[in-house]
């Protein structure tokens, strides 16, 4: 315990010396987290991690999340240094789109608009008209329906498939997926319903169709939170990685939380509601990456250029 102690001081002092902030999502190590919010720093999902790194005047950002959530930061502020405690965090959404393919897919339907998760590489969101993550994919998709568009939309087929449901836009799918999510059962949250017959159920939308059908709210990491404080329900099943306890519990001490079953639980499932890419975070590399430097996070500037465009226009959409 001395040793984190000493771990986390020599950070908090590196943080200051380097002028640098750091900004967190809410999947990563809660020593982390802890981190972020002591330091003057950010904890959340993709979107306000987006809008905070933009915003602070620190001339570097630490990024402790995946390498889709570093590059954002370095796109929206090419004139910060970026780094990460790891490059090596991808994501599956990210590993499954890649930029040539999709570029192929965009240019066989010129008549779409071209929405990306945020979960995707510069290229990728280069190639965009809009960027948009969880928590405002229903609403920008929704307007873009209104203004009679019809939607290319990659690459996570479940978040997609969910917005073409609740939106009755015209959507067309790439087919991609998160490893983590995909793993959630209907069958283990209707088990789990009739042990705790009032809980809740909190589910992510990167979840399969089964899973969101059996939610009471489906929402980014942020608005499941917010679900978790405003609902009545003094249980909770909740449908995303498990990194998201350490804030559920921390805003709302009073109430249960219990993780949605996947198919592996208890027994050996790789990716079982823990992002194993998430994962990598962790004080040791933040320390090192501090007092060493490397793990920059560099974008090609004309990539960088146009990835800005979707993405500045998913910060003004939002605001
Ligand atoms: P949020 O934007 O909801 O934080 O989601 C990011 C993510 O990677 C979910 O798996
Ligand atoms: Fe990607 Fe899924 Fe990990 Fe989120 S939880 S970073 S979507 S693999």
Not at 1 to 18: D, F, G, N, S, T
Not at 176 to 181: E, F, K, N, T
Not at 298 to 318: N, S, W, Y
Request: with cysteine; charged share 25%; aromatic share 6%.
């Amino acid at each position: 315990a001395e040793e984190r102690e000493a771990l986390r001081e020599r950070i908090k002092a590196l943080l200051k010396a380097k002028n640098a902030v750091l900004v967190a999502h809410y999947y990563t190590d809660p020593e982390l987290q802890a981190l972020a919010e002591e330091t003057g720093g950010c904890v959340s999902d993709s979107l306000e991690m987006a809008r905070f790194g933009r915003d602070h005047p620190a001339s570097t950002l630490v990024v402790a999340g995946v390498k889709f959530m570093g590059e954002t930061a370095k796109i929206l502020s090419p004139e910060k240094t970026v780094h990460m405690p790891t490059l090596e965090a991808t994501c599956s959404l990210d590993i499954g789109c890649p930029a040539d393919e999709f570029a192929a897919f965009c240019d066989q339907h010129p008549d779409r608009t071209v929405v990306v998760y945020a979960n995707t590489s510069a290229a990728v969101k280069a190639r965009a008209d809009w960027v948009v993550t969880s928590s405002i994919a229903l609403d920008v998709v929704d307007y873009l329906d209104s203004e009679g568009q019809k939607i290319l939309w990659a690459p996570d087929k479940h978040l997609g498939d969910y917005v073409r449901r609740e939106t009755g836009a015209d959507v067309l799918l790439w087919d991609g997926a998160c490893i983590v999510h995909e793993e959630f059962k209907a069958q283990g949250i209707l088990d789990l319903k009739k042990v705790y017959p009032d809980a809740a159920v909190l589910v992510h939308p990167e979840s399969p169709e089964s899973v969101v059908a059996l939610a009471d709210v489906v929402g980014s990491t942020t608005q499941i939170i917010n679900a978790a404080r405003d609902l009545p329900n003094k249980q909770m099943i909740v449908a995303t990685d498990q990194g998201i306890f350490y804030k559920l519990q921390q805003t709302v001490p009073d109430k249960e939380f219990l993780i949605a079953p996947t198919a592996g639980s208890g027994a050996t499932c790789r990716s079982c509601a823990n992002c194993p890419w998430m994962a990598m975070n962790a004080l040791e590399n933040l320390a090192e990456v501090l007092e060493h430097g490397g793990n920059e996070i560099v974008v090609d500037p004309d990539l960088g250029e146009k990835a800005m465009k979707p993405l500045v226009r998913m910060l003004d959409f939002a605001a």
